[in-house]
Nanobody, 120 residues
């Protein structure tokens, strides 16, 4: 069984920073990519940032220059450093592990989500 667990959300003032963490645990031998998605009330879930095991990183344009995704491959952990936060960044942030492969096959896994609220 694979688990994906996020941490690090919270309440922050506009212009502030937060760092989200996401760890994948269980018995598997590879993960193709890990990414962060967010869903604000009344809106569809959107990709925020994603990194592949080949080192390719992608960001949604609205966070370019403010958010940075990084990984600790030894710990199967991905981080999202969020700076210069804006009220429109308020959402539930979800972590996703793409194509996690074990002897039973491959599947995608989602975390439970962590709330990020940007407000004064």
């Amino acid at each position: 069984q694979v688990q994906v667990v996020e941490s690090g959300g919270g309440l922050v003032q506009p212009g502030g920073s937060l760092r989200l963490s996401c760890a994948a645990s269980g018995i598997f031998f590879s993960i193709s990519a890990m990414g962060w998605y967010r869903q604000a009330p009344g809106k569809q879930r959107e990709l925020v940032a994603r990194t592949t095991n080949g080192g390719t990183r992608n960001y949604v344009s609205s966070v370019n220059g403010r958010f940075t995704i990084s990984t600790d491959n030894a710990k199967n952990t991905v981080y999202l450093q969020m700076n210069s936060l804006k009220p429109e960044d308020t959402a539930v942030y979800y972590c996703k592990a793409d194509r996690v492969c074990s002897s039973y096959g491959c599947a995608d896994y989602w975390g439970q989500g962590t709330q990020v609220t940007v407000s004064s």
